[in-house]
């Protein structure tokens, strides 16, 4: 049965859906396109398809397949955005180009190649006849590259009722990228100094918001961190910071505000990182008022179990189609899984072609990892939706 579906997997037709999908720009924001690229697509294998305006010009995708018997939802799920383009690409980035084994463009790692891997095992799938039950699911989401809007429509229509969702996201499971069995959160501070105005010749007549918001953010090393026996500790890092007279003048400034992006670990949440940077704050005695808020997007940390159904299913083939074990880890960044998997607690598995720089110029993807993530990804589904 599954030599019979092994042996439907064309990948020339992985290669052309890549090829295709880097050729359609779709920078975060701009995801339409692409959208209706892979409905076509879709339409194409036989599954039953629509497109949701979860803002204007903007759609997530869906897919959906039923077997013969009522039984588990399983969904393949990627992200249609991409960053937008940055200095230092040496090829057009949406002109894909081989050399020496890999695929340049934008996307082609993150996550496009992922996607393309999925199609292929959903045409393989379909082309074996085999016989399932349950539901064979494709959800194209937008945004992951910014606020996860994509993934929260999802969530809220019926195709958020799912048993699983293998995510196409580039990790491979060697010991470069390992497979996550839990990801970090995230809370973006936004704080708001307010000081007193005076003339800038007589500063003690005022209260300077600039410096005591410098203040706070050279001692954010002091902030209380939490570890974790498995992720260790987050981190923080200041991304913006605006205060001072637009016009110049020479006026000590009475308001200031910073932007604070911080990991969160397990144990962590929001309200725990908002009372401790207001502990820190008030530890610094500063004459001016200081008001932390936080603001999108943030993420919930999560952590999965490696008994999970869709895990064993994975970690069996893994060790099938590559020829080793998988390894695991516990990774420090966002994905749509902590939207997934940290609020709704839908498993997570991240699996995907070997990663190339992404959100770097020339991004890549290893051609070598594509038939192999293509078959990992069949054979995933034909053991979760198998007539057992």
């Known amino acids: ?46 599954f039953k398809s629509k497109l949701d305006e979860v803002e204007p010009k903007r759609f997530n995708v869906y897919g959906r397949m039923r077997g013969e018997k009522p039984g588990r939802r399983l969904m393949f799920n990627g992200h249609t955005d991409t960053v937008p383009v940055c200095e230092g690409w040496v090829t057009d980035p949406f002109k894909p180009v081989r050399k020496e084994g890999l695929l340049y463009g934008l996307g082609s790692c993150d996550m496009k190649g992922g996607i393309a891997c999925a199609l292929t095992a959903l ?47 580039p990790y491979s499971g060697d010991e470069a990228k390992p497979i996550p069995l839990g990801i970090t959160g995230k809370v973006l501070y936004d704080v ?28 954010l090393e002091r902030l209380n961190m939490r570890r974790h026996p498995m992720f260790g500790q987050g981190n923080i890092s200041t991304l913006k910071i605006e205060g001072g007279y637009e016009v110049y003048s020479v006026v000590v400034p009475d308001r200031c505000r910073f932007e604070v992006n911080r990991l969160l670990v397990p144990s962590e949440s929001t309200q725990s990182a908002v009372e401790d ?29 490696k008994d999970e159904l869709i895990m064993r299913i994975f970690d069996e083939v893994y060790r099938e189609v590559c020829g080793v074990d998988p390894h695991y880890g516990y990774a420090s960044g966002i994905t749509d899984a902590n939207v997934f998997s940290g609020e709704a607690g839908i498993p997570c598995l991240h699996l995907g072609p070997k990663r190339g720089d992404p959100h770097k110029p020339n991004e890549y993807v290893s051609l070598d990892w594509l038939p192999l993530v293509t078959k990992m990804y069949a054979l995933i589904a034909a053991r979760s939706l198998g007539q057992d």
């Open 1 to 46: 049965m599954f030599e019979e579906l092994a042996s439907k997997i064309d990948n020339s037709f992985t290669i052309r859906l890549l090829q295709e999908m880097i050729s359609i720009p779709s920078v975060v924001g701009e995801e339409g396109a692409l959208a209706e690229y892979l409905r076509v697509e879709l339409d194409a294998l036989g």
């Open 123 to 169: 045409k393989a799938f379909v082309d074996s006849g085999l016989s399932f039950k349950g539901e064979l699911l494709f959800s194209g989401v937008i945004d992951e590259e910014a606020f996860s809007k994509g993934a929260r429509a999802m969530l809220r229509s019926e195709y958020g009722n799912c048993d699983a969702i293998v995510l196409c996201e």
């Open 192 to 219: 708001t100094v307010k000081g007193r105005a005076a003339h800038g010749f007589t500063p003690n007549l005022g209260i300077n918001a600039v410096e005591d918001a410098a203040r706070i953010i050279t001692s």
């Open 277 to 305: 940077l207001e502990a820190l704050v008030k530890s610094l005695d500063l004459r001016a008022d200081v008001e932390v808020r936080t603001k999108p997007p943030q993420y919930e940390p999560f952590v999965l179990n």
